[in-house]
Structures are given as structure tokens and as C-alpha cells.
């Protein structure tokens, strides 16, 4: 037991379901979040499918689907804290980080506000950057705010970037803040499922954004179906050139005494609503707050409303253009509000190759029973994202050695199309995917070394439970082309019980702060990551004696804490020939939610052979969950 729980320290920690997502080869639908409070401002919760009518472009559609999202069934809801500091003064953004690390302790300590969120924590200074990817570790996401400190401008007691009384904000600083959030509204995208943008940001800095910046936001966000709650500071600031007294900035607030520490102000001292926020917020579903010195009772509403809404779909009725529609949400009910985002923005699916010679190319080898003359070695473990949804992780080493390269303004530039499809038994296409690798080298001499060795590709889809065959193609220069073909087994899963998912191996990790301020790095659940460490994921899983090997996993955990045991067995003879012992790991947040595993694998107690790595997850009442993975040393 020891031995493992040494080792699963190195490569350990949590990661997040998500919610399903609407996939391409399915009949197209928008899902349409509605927050629905009655003239006291209490969640109405007894509402029906036949309470509510929607209209798209003014035109009424029938609801498909309908629920209420009052528990965790579907993953815990996602909240990220932006921090804008300019244009706050001191007290304020003390205050602002203190109410945020109140709202962790409880949040995550006891569940005071309800189901445990998870959280990620960005800010904005100089640049953009990710104090704490998604997490639920109190610890973590308590230090991360508490420690954001923003410079004070020499001889000053004001942030840099404050502005002096009574002037307008720089539009600059305005539109620097719209473009963080587009940016990052982006980058959510990826997640399925409504996401909570929280900002903490002044007052006077959101009033500077132009309104077609904010229209341009709010596209943005409903596009990825991300709701925006600012939170904003209208504290009265200090002059630069007079310390001695306390400007209103504009607003109807009294004067303040130099050197008073206070939050934000009540609400008689709020400005009035054109800074923006009122619309920005009701037209992705959200709700901008009242300028309040309760930070904590805000934080606690938006926790609170994160599982009190309900979620209808409907069924688009254009043709898939990428143009944004209106969307009209009502209650038949007296003396209710609805809250949901005014449009939706639908994406065209990335399709690299969509309608291109390559690409039928590729479908006829795709179809074809040979291999074609380039071998590569490909893994696809998988990873449940939900009850009806499968993340599949494809990685594969790609022969170089048919490359061609051609001279394109004084540079040697290559390209590798790749064609994916995943069929079902009956020839029913459930996924496909198609990608360009591009390479360009200054010289001949740079070519020939890049071509030593096969190209690592990987590639993420998402499938629902099944049995498939994924046929992968790929063209490689000239006339010579690649296909590899592997099954692909996916096994239901209900949330309510034990599950492990596929197994990853690799020769590499490094450190997920290697990953920089992109999507995968906000969701660590989403690249292999462990407790702040990387795993990349080989396709060859044959390990030279000298080389490190890895492997990744996660668990899914029913109502019982689980353990687990890892094992190494002889794949002819199936003798142990390595045993990590049974070790407890870590109990997820909520029952259902995923685990994951990653630890260093033995390889150099292991002679050349066939090998299987088994690993065997156990929760309280015994019920187990087995998988394994054959791999080879030299």
C-alpha cells in the first residue's frame, strides 16, 4: 500500500465532468438557460416545459427538451473570478479579494451556498494571466486571490491605472477589458454547459467600453453560453493632485474623510446605469449587482443561482449559417421575471479539410481495407465527460520518412492531412475529424533532422457510449498515404457507480504552467493533468529499458470512497510481476465526479517483453472496476 501512495503523490489530483455536449453528427440544438424569480426576488421552482414559450428572430419554436438544474447531475457548475484592480482604489481591492476568499472558505468547506462549483481565478493587470486553472482546492484558490497584488504609482495611493477624479476612463483601458474577457469568453468555449463570469471591476472603467464593444461582448459570450455578473466598485477615489479631499468621481455620494478604509459603497451612492453593465449582463443571462458594501451576500446570490435554473433546448430552424439570432424568452406566469441570454451565435464545426480533393482522397482510403504504405502507431484512451458523452484523447507517432517539401518564399514547408472517422457497426458515422499539420524549416539541414523521427500528433473528440471502429487517414506527401484503424469500446455509464476510464501512456510529463493562458489550461480536466503535471500521451506504448514511462487514468466514483491497485502482469503467462499495493485516493466533491491518477511506471525492473498494466479501482462496499493496457519494453 505504501508503494503506490508514494507514487500516486507525484501525478494526483481532481478533475471536473462536464456537461453533454451537442454533437455534429446529431440534430442540431441550442440550449436556452433561464433564471425565473418571482416579485420578491425568490427562485420560482415549480415551472413546466408548457410555461414557457421561446422565439427565435421573432419567430415561436417548439421546446424539445426541459429540466430543472437543481443538483449535480450534469457536473458542478463553473465559475471564473476576473479581477480588474484599475480604476479601484486600495481599500476596495482589499476589499474585493477578502469577500472572494470569505466566499471559498465557505463555499468549499461546508457547501454554504450550495453544490461545490468549480473555480478558476484570472486576472488583469499588465497582461492577462491565470492565478488558478478550474479547481476545488480551498487552499489553492484562497491563495491565488489573496496573493494578487497590483503596484501603487510612485508617490501615490492609487493603483496604476486609476483614474484621477472626475475624468472619463481612457477608452483604451475600457476596450483592453473588453477584449480580456472576449478572449477568455473564447477560450470557454470548449467547455460544454453555462459558464459564470464573475467581474470585479470598477464602476467608472466598464462605463468607458463603447457600446458597440459591448455588443460586440456579448456576442461573444453567448456564443460559448457564458453568463457575465459584474460586481463593480463605484468608490468615490482619492485626486492625485489633491489627497486632502474626496472626490465624488461624478456620482451622488458624500464626502469621505482622507485615509477612511471602506468597500464598496451602498447602494444610494451606485451611479446610474450607463455604465454598461445592466445590459451587458441581462443579455448573456446574468445579473449585474447593485453597488453594494456586502460583497459576500452577492457572491452568496450568484453561488446560489449557479443550481436554480431551468434548461431548455430547441431546435434551430436555418440552415447552419454562423450568423447570430434573438432570442425571446417568456413565463406565462403573473408576477414573474425570466433571465436568460438575448441570443445565440452557432459555430461551424472545424473541418479543416471540408469539401477539398485531399479530403475525398482521404474518405476512399478511409473506406479501403489495406494500411497503405506508411505505419503508424496510434492510442485512444477515453475519458467520460457525462453520462452520454466521451472525451476520446487520439495520439499517434506519424512516419516522416515519405515527406515532401517544397520551397515557399526561401522556406522547406511540409503538410500532413489527417482524416478521422468513427463508425458504429452498422457503418453509421458517430464522429469524424480532419486536421492539416504544417512544419517550416529555414533549411535543408533542419528537414532531414525533423524527418529522423515520426511526428507526434494528437487529436480530442467526443463521442457518446458505444462500440466503434476509428479509422484514421493521413497523406503524407506525394502518392503515399497512412491508415490505421483500432477499436474503440466505450462502456455506459450512470454517474451512480464505480467507473474507471481508458487507460494513457507516455514517455513525458511536464508542468501544466507549461500550458500558458489557453483553454486546456483553465480546465484541468481536459489535458491529462494531475495535480499541476502533464502527461503527454504517446501513441507507441513500446518502451525502450532506458526511457521513463507514465500512465494517466481517472476515476469515477460512485457514494463510497474507492481505493485502488495497480499492477503489472505477463502478458503471455499473466504472473504478477509488479504490484503497487492498494492505496486510498483522494474522495471527489460529489459522488459521480471524475479523479485523476497519474504515476511512473517501473520500466526498468521489466526485461524485454509483452506486459499488461491492470488497474483496479474499489469503493467502500466493494464493488470494483477493472481496465488494462498491453505494452511492450526492449
Known amino acids: 500500500m505504501r508503494r503506490l501512495a508514494a507514487i500516486l503523490g507525484l501525478f494526483a489530483g481532481t478533475a471536473y465532468p462536464q456537461k453533454p455536449a451537442v454533437f455534429q453528427t446529431e440534430t442540431r440544438a441550442v440550449v436556452v438557460d433561464a433564471v425565473v424569480t418571482d416579485k420578491k426576488g425568490q427562485y420560482v421552482r415549480d415551472l413546466t416545459a408548457k410555461d414557457f414559450r421561446l422565439w427565435e428572430d421573432n419567430k415561436e419554436q417548439p421546446i424539445r427538451s426541459f429540466s430543472r438544474e437543481t443538483d449535480t447531475s450534469s457536473g458542478p457548475p463553473r465559475l471564473v473570478f476576473f479581477f480588474d484592480f484599475s480604476g479601484m482604489n486600495v481599500a476596495d481591492q482589499a476589499g474585493a479579494r477578502q469577500a472572494a476568499a470569505d466566499f471559498i472558505d465557505a463555499t468549499f468547506t461546508g ?348 487529436k480530442e473528440f467526443r463521442i457518446a457510449p458505444g462500440q466503434y471502429s476509428l479509422a484514421v487517414v493521413f497523406s503524407a506527401g506525394g502518392a503515399s498515404f497512412g491508415r490505421v484503424e483500432t477499436p474503440l469500446r466505450i462502456d455506459s455509464w450512470d454517474k451512480t457507480r464505480l467507473a474507471l476510464s481508458g487507460i494513457a501512456l507516455g514517455k513525458e510529463t511536464r508542468p501544466a504552467s507549461e500550458l500558458g493562458l489557453t483553454a486546456s489550461f483553465l480546465d484541468e480536466g481536459a489535458s491529462l493533468v494531475a495535480n499541476g503535471t502533464q502527461l503527454i500521451p504517446s501513441g507507441s506504448v513500446t518502451f525502450d529499458k532506458g526511457e521513463a514511462a507514465f500512465c494517466y487514468f481517472e476515476v469515477y466514483a460512485g457514494s463510497q470512497p474507492p481505493s485502488m491497485r495497480a499492477r503489472i502482469l505477463d502478458s503471455t503467462s499473466a504472473r504478477v510481476k509488479w504490484d503497487g499495493g492498494i492505496a486510498r485516493i483522494e474522495t471527489p466533491p460529489a459522488a459521480g465526479h471524475g479523479i485523476p491518477v497519474g504515476f511512473g511506471l517501473p520500466i526498468a525492473t521489466l526485461p524485454p517483453g509483452s506486459w499488461k498494466l491492470e488497474v483496479t479501482a474499489t469503493d467502500g462496499i466493494g464493488v470494483a472496476a477493472t481496465r488494462t493496457i498491453d505494452f511492450k519494453t526492449r
Open 111 to 458: 457547501a454554504k451556498y450550495g453544490p461545490h462549483p468549480s473555480l478558476a481565478v484570472v486576472a488583469l493587470d499588465e497582461s492577462f494571466r491565470v492565478a488558478q486553472s478550474f479547481s476545488d482546492n480551498a487552499a489553492r484558490l484562497k491563495k491565488a486571490v489573496l496573493d494578487l497584488r497590483f503596484d501603487i504609482a510612485p508617490g501615490g495611493a492609487m493603483p496604476l491605472g486609476a483614474r484621477p477624479v472626475g475624468a472619463t476612463p481612457p477608452g483604451a483601458a475600457a476596450q483592453s477589458l473588453t477584449l480580456a474577457l472576449g478572449n477568455l469568453a473564447r477560450n470557454l468555449n470548449v467547455l460544454p454547459g453555462r459558464k459564470t463570469l464573475v467581474l470585479f471591476v470598477a464602476a467608472s472603467l466598464l462605463a468607458g467600453a463603447q457600446s458597440s464593444e459591448v455588443t460586440s461582448l456579448a456576442q461573444i459570450c453567448n456564443r460559448s453560453n457564458v453568463a457575465l455578473y459584474p460586481l463593480l466598485s463605484v468608490t468615490p477615489q482619492i485626486s492625485q493632485s489633491d489627497s486632502s479631499t474626496a472626490g465624488t468621481g461624478g456620482f451622488d455620494c458624500d464626502q469621505r474623510r482622507p485615509g477612511t478604509r471602506y468597500t464598496l459603497q451602498p447602494p444610494a451612492c451606485a451611479p446610474p446605469d450607463d455604465n454598461g453593465s445592466g445590459a451587458l449582463a441581462g443579455a448573456t443571462g446574468g445579473l449585474a449587482a447593485p453597488a453594494s458594501n456586502d460583497l459576500r451576500a452577492q457572491l452568496q446570490k450568484i453561488a446560489a443561482e449557479q443550481s436554480e435554473y431551468y434548461a431548455l433546448s430547441y431546435s434551430p430552424p436555418g440552415s447552419g449559417d454562423e450568423a447570430c439570432h434573438s432570442l425571446r424568452l417568456k413565463v406565462d406566469r403573473k408576477n414573474v421575471a425570466v433571465r436568460a441570454r438575448s441570443s445565440y451565435c452557432p459555430q461551424k464545426p472545424e473541418d479543416l479539410l471540408a469539401e477539398s480533393r485531399v479530403e475525398r482522397d482521404l474518405e476512399k482510403h478511409a473506406a479501403a481495407p489495406q494500411n497503405g504504405s506508411a505505419a503508424a502507431a496510434i492510442e485512444v484512451p477515453f475519458f467520460y465527460l457525462a453520462p452520454n458523452v466521451a472525451r476520446i484523447h487520439v495520439s499517434m507517432e506519424i512516419p516522416t520518412e515519405a515527406l515532401k517539401f517544397e520551397n515557399q518564399r526561401g522556406k522547406l514547408q511540409t503538410e500532413i492531412n489527417l482524416l478521422g472517422i468513427a463508425s458504429a457497426p452498422d457503418g453509421t458515422v458517430a464522429a469524424r475529424f480532419s486536421d492539416i499539420v504544417r512544419r517550416s524549416f529555414d533549411n535543408q539541414r533542419e528537414a532531414d533532422a525533423f524527418k529522423e523521427r515520426p511526428v507526434h500528433y494528437e
